[in-house]
C-alpha cells in the first residue's frame, strides 16, 4: 500500500503514471502535480483509457516550496517522483523535508541562469536526510539512471578489476521532422552545446563541444557515430566505482540534426543570455524551445529503436574481459503500450523502478544517494519486468 506524487506532466511524468498504474500491488493512489493543470488533464484521460485507472491531478507551481509541503501534508504521499526540470529539483527536495516524504528524481540540479550541471548542491543535502530520516535517490532514469546499475552489477557480477567504461548513447529512431529534441529542448540543447568533459587518471580533461567521436556498432542497430559529451553519471561513478581509469560519454547525433544545431548556434538562438525584443526580455533559447515540437509530440509517429548501454573493460580471473551491457527499445512499441516515444519511456521505466525498490524496502536508508551505491540485482530483476530487458554482449 502506498501513494506516490508525480511531479511534471511532461513526456517522461506521462510515462511514469501509465507504468504505476499498471502495478496496482505497489502504487496504490497515485496523484499527478504539474503547472499546467490541462496536460494532467490529458495523462488522466489517457491512463483511465489504457490501464482503467483513475489517477488524481492537482496544479502546482513546483518552484514554491510552501505550496507543495502544503500539497503533500495534504495528501500524504509516501514517495514524490520528481519529473518536472532540473530547476525544481532543490525546491522539490526542499519541500520533501518539510513534508516528511521520500524524494526520487531523474536529473541532477540545474540553476536556470548558468548552463552547469553537477551533484554539488543536491550532495550537500545529505546530512539533511539523514537527519529527518528520509531517503532522496538522485538520476534514477535511464542515463543517468540504469547506466549506473548497469556499472554497479558489472562490479559485483562480472569483473575482478574494471579499467575503463564508455557510456553509449544512440537513438536510431525516425520522427519525421528536420530538428526536435527528444526530451525537453532547453535541457537538452544546454547540455550538448557545452564544452564536452571526460575523467582519466585521476584528471577530468575538457574538450571543445562535440570535438571528439566514435563509431560504435550497436547490437541489431549498427555501426553510429557518439560524440563525447559530459554527463552526469560520470561525477558519481567516478567515486563509486573502484579503480576505475577512465569513463567517457557518447552520444550520437545525425548530420541534419548537428546542422541544426549548428545554424541556430551560430545565430545566437541557443543563448541562455536574455536579450531585449520590442521592449520585452526574452531568453532565445526558451523562445527557441516555444518553436520546436513538444517531445511527447513526436511518439504518435516514431519508428526505430534505441540502444543505451555500458562498453565496459578489465579483468575476470585473471583474463582481460570487454562486455557491453545494454537495453534497446523501440519507439513503436512504446506509443502503443504508454502513448510515448523510447525516450521518455526509457527514463520513465527506471523512475518507477527506482521508486519500487525504495517502496518495497529493497533501497532504503536515509540520506542522499546515486544509483550505483545500491544493490544492482533487485533493480535489475524489475527493470526487465517492466519494460526494459537488458542483455550482456561479450566484446
Ligand atoms: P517536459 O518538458 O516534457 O516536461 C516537464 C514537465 O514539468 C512539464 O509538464 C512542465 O510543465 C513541468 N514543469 C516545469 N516547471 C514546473 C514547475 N515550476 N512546476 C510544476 N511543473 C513544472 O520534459 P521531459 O518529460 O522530457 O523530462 C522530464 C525530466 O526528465 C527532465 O528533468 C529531464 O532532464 C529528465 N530526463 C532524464 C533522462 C534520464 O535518462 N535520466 C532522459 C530524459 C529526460 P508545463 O507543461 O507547464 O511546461
Known sequence: MSRVLIIGAGGVGNVVAHKCAQNPEVFTDIFLASRTLSRCEAIQKSVLELQGRMIDIRQIDADDVKATTK????????????????YQDLALMEACLAAGVDYLDTANYEPPDVAKFEYSWQWAYDDKFKAAGRMALLGSGFDPGVTNVFCAYAQKELFDEIDTIDILDCNAGSHGK??????????????????????????WIETGPLEHHVDFDFPEIGTRRAYLLYHEELESLVKNIKGLKRIR???????????????????????IEPVEFQGVQIVPIQFLKALLPDPASLAENYTGKTSIGCLIEGRKDGKPKKVFIYNNCDHAACYREVRAQAISYTTGVPAVVGATMMLKGHWKKPGVFNMEEFDPNPFLEELAKRGLPWHVQER
Open 71 to 86: 500539497l503533500m501534508e495534504e495528501i500524504k504521499p509516501d514517495l514524490l517522483i520528481n519529473v518536472a526540470l532540473p
Open 249 to 271: 560519454f557518447f552520444m550520437t547525433f545525425g548530420e541534419e540534426y548537428l546542422t541544426h544545431l549548428r545554424v541556430l548556434q551560430n545565430v545566437g538562438m541557443t543563448s
Open 178 to 203: 528536420p530538428f526536435a529534441t527528444n526530451f525537453n529542448p532547453e535541457i537538452n540543447i544546454r547540455e550538448i552545446t557545452q564544452n564536452g568533459r571526460y575523467w582519466e587518471n585521476g584528471r
